[in-house]
């Protein structure tokens, strides 16, 4: 079960800190490109109250280069190795669509993976994802944006093929939690639909995360010119907003101020139920 993985999931919001050993990333491209800087940044969001760190070795950010496999697995591994044989590290995530990427961080101590294409890119990860017997997050994602969608409608067929995915390599379904993937390959105003009707994904009956952190949709509501290191008060509102939407967990660059803006949120909602 998730909860194994994740106790407090579904009785408080869960924050999810976001930890790019990349050069590329839109927003932190570089700055924990080394094995120290990587994980002195996992120490400060684990003390700022980061419930899961989530270890990426690719951007995927729009127009991002990808990266082979090796290069992949030789960004993340020494960090995820390091991070889990310290003591009071919470579980770590593994942010990749590749298979043998997966195993390899799955090996090295990490107990969930966070799948950008909902295990369609690379169907095999479902399976790496069942031999470890880890939490699986299924990310919505299109190669083309198309206006005219009912997106929650194209979520909804989106993860139906992800679960028969899942399904078929015997990941259980308590083990996945969905991610309506704001800033991928939709428009703004799907963007805003992904956060406002949560509520219709939660009734999937599977865990929510969001992850809207300094994305462009932000930018575009406060001011596009700013830079992307200043759009935290825009991100904080977005997942407010999610949260009270029903969303379980938000994945973000800055820690403190979402596990204080969390615990708010999670007492109104309470109070709204």
Not at 7 to 34: C, E, H, Q, W
Not at 65 to 83: D, F, M, N, Q, Y
Not at 252 to 266: C, E, G, K, L, S
Request: charged residues 25%; without cysteine; proline residues 4%.
């Amino acid at each position: 079960m998730v909860l194994s993985i994740l106790p407090d999931l579904g009785k408080r919001t869960l924050v999810m800190g976001i930890l790019n050993v990349t050069p590329d990333s839109f927003s932190d491209g570089g700055r924990y490109a080394s094995v120290e800087t990587a994980l002195a940044h996992a120490q400060a969001m684990i003390a700022e109250g980061a419930d899961i760190l989530d270890v990426g070795g690719e951007s995927t950010r729009p127009g991002a280069t990808e990266v082979g496999t090796e290069e992949e697995i030789a960004r993340v591994l020494p960090v995820i190795e390091r991070l889990a044989a310290s003591d009071g590290t919470p579980p770590i995530s593994i942010d990749t669509y590749k298979a043998k990427t997966a195993e390899a961080a799955l090996r090295a101590g990490a107990v969930i993976v966070n799948d950008v294409w909902g295990l369609q890119r690379e169907p095999d990860i479902a399976f790496v994802a069942a031999a470890h017997g880890a939490a699986v997050i299924i990310m919505h994602n299109r190669t083309d944006i198309d206006p005219s969608l009912d997106i929650i409608e194209d979520m909804k067929t989106f993860f139906g093929h992800s679960l028969t995915i899942a399904r078929k390599a015997a990941v259980p379904d308590d083990h996945v939690i969905l991610d309506p993937g704001v800033g991928f390959g939709k428009t703004f105003e799907q963007n805003l639909q992904a956060v406002a009707r949560v509520g219709e994904l939660k009734a999937l009956g599977f865990p929510v995360l969001m992850g809207t952190s300094r994305k462009r949709m932000i930018g575009a509501l406060i001011g596009a010119e700013r830079p992307v290191t200043e759009r935290l008060h825009g991100t904080v509102a977005s997942n407010v907003a999610a949260i009270l939407a029903g969303a379980d967990i938000v994945r973000v660059h800055d820690v403190a101020a979402h596990r204080d803006a969390a615990a708010v949120a999670d007492a109104i909602r309470k109070e709204v139920r």
